[in-house]
């Protein structure tokens, strides 16, 4: 029997609703909800992120404000302005889409950013907080993925989980999420030596690593839920993910598809640390 869907434009979808209804409660107390993007270069994909985020926050109700900076932008000036949105009471979350331009050092400008603004979850104070229990702000995406997995009914108290990737945007932080619910974690990376052997014996597998069909059925314990974070273009130009999904779908009790699994809830998460931020500003 194929694999539930987890359809994660649907759980977006409802997380906004969510979202919209508490920005509409600070607006009735005169309070206006704020985040800030700055976008340097005119990187296709990132534009497109871009959009698409400040989008979901006129859907909700957040004032979001853009500020796109040419490529030739210096470190000193983005620096600035990142400076004056810090100190700006009507921005509550600050994002700075990633990747920078080579000449800029993507470290400093994250930690140059107010870690009570951090609406991406990647200051080290954030880290560390999250390390400790004590998340102020949780990454987008893994934060989107514990979600996806409560949706889905995931017991993780006990569980084994794997991740698949090591990186501090999603694998790190994903892990230490899954930890914190009581799962046993197996972080595994390029140099696992035998992947199959951590994946057959998992729960649930979070597959975050960007190559198209690493995950294939064979490697997956009948019933485990399976979170496709990769985000691929496969040679028809079509998205994919790092899971083989037609065939891991009739082994697994859950799957998420890509596109239409962890993406949407990417952005979605990214308007709940927003409002959280607004709510802790205002009281």
Do not use: W
Not at 6 to 24: M, T
Not at 48 to 56: G, L, M, P, Q, S
Not at 130 to 157: N, S
Not at 206 to 230: E, Q, S, W
């Amino acid at each position: 029997m194929s694999a539930k869907l987890i359809d994660g434009n649907a759980l977006a979808a409802s997380i906004r609703n969510d979202v919209g209804r508490r920005v509409r409660r600070l607006a009735d107390l005169g309070l206006t909800t704020g985040l800030a993007v700055v976008l340097v270069g005119d990187d296709p994909a990132s534009a497109v992120y871009v959009r698409n985020k400040v989008k979901d926050c006129h859907e909700v109700g957040i004032v979001s404000t853009l500020d796109r900076l040419p490529a030739q932008t210096t470190e000193a000036a983005l620096l600035a302005r990142i400076a004056q949105l810090n100190a700006d009471p009507a921005v509550h979350g600050i994002l700075v889409q990633l990747p920078l331009p080579r000449h800029i050092d993507s470290h400093r400008v994250i930690e140059a950013i107010s870690p009570a603004k951090d609406a991406d979850g990647f200051h080290v104070s954030n880290v560390g907080m999250l390390v400790t229990g004590q998340a102020l702000f949780r990454p987008c995406t893994p934060y989107g993925v514990m979600k996806m997995l409560e949706h889905a009914g995931a017991h993780l108290d006990g569980a084994e989980a794997v991740v698949i990737g090591r990186s501090n945007i999603v694998g790190k932080p994903q892990a230490l999420m899954l930890l914190a619910e009581g799962a046993t974690v197996t972080i595994c990376h390029s140099r696992t030596r035998d992947l199959a052997a951590h994946t057959r014996r998992a729960d649930i597998i979070v597959a975050a690593v960007g190559r198209i069909g690493l995950v294939t059925a064979d490697m997956v314990k009948p019933g485990a839920i399976v979170i496709d974070v990769g985000m691929n273009r496969g040679a028809d130009g079509k998205l994919c993910g790092d899971v083989d999904f037609a065939a891991v779908r009739e082994v697994a009790s859950a799957i998420t598809p890509v596109p239409g699994g962890v993406g949407p809830m990417t952005r979605a998460m990214l308007l709940v640390n927003t409002i959280e931020a607004a709510e802790r500003a205002a009281g």
